[in-house]
């Protein structure tokens, strides 16, 4: 089913709720460390992008969940050579659009 063409509301509590941003904060969290790891290491890479399997790691996903976000365009990456990198612009952005779904 196309949930774009439907408008749904989704009733939780408050709890819930709570516990949906606390979750959403911790990841962020992970996803500054993993930043500022790249920094400390002096990375070639900008430390405005994270690797494919540093965001699968902080976002607690697999490949082929990683693989089909790309596919829908729920996220953008950029790819140089063998290795993947998730612009950290597009990582916020794929949560706040959870939050709207």
């Known amino acids: 089913m196309d ?12 709890e819930d709720l709570d516990r ?4 959403q904060d911790r990841i962020l969290e992970q996803l500054d460390k993993l930043t500022t790891n ?3 290491r002096n990375s070639k890479i900008p430390v ?3 690797t494919a399997q540093e965001f699968r790691e902080a976002v607690k996903i697999g490949q082929w969940k990683f ?27 794929y949560f706040v659009d959870l939050l709207n779904s």
């Open 38 to 40: 790249l920094e400390k």
């Open 48 to 50: 405005d992008y994270i």
């Open 67 to 93: 693989d089909q976000l790309i596919m829908k365009n729920e996220i953008k990456t950029i790819k140089k050579g063998r290795k993947i990198y998730v612009v950290r612009s597009e990582i916020q952005r």
């Open 3 to 14: 949930l774009t063409q439907h408008n749904s509301f989704v009733l939780i509590s408050a």
């Open 20 to 23: 949906l941003k606390q979750s």
